[in-house]
């Protein structure tokens, strides 16, 4: 694995993918990144009612 990708979280994966979705060309590739979207956003809301921030 890329070591800078290493310690994204992960909402920002769900931005990242997003954003190659829509520079994608291809349809197959586009539907893709968004369901890994998808499921990188399921995986943020579930860590945050795991573990909110201090204060919430």
């Known amino acids: 694995m890329d070591e800078s990708l290493a310690h994204l979280s992960y909402r920002s994966l769900e931005a990242l993918c997003r954003e190659q979705a829509r520079l994608s060309a291809s349809p197959a590739v586009r539907n893709e990144l ?3 979207a998808l499921e990188y ?5 579930w860590q945050d009612e795991q573990w909110p921030e201090p204060g919430e």
């Open 34 to 36: 968004e369901h890994m």
């Open 41 to 45: 956003k399921r995986l943020a809301d």
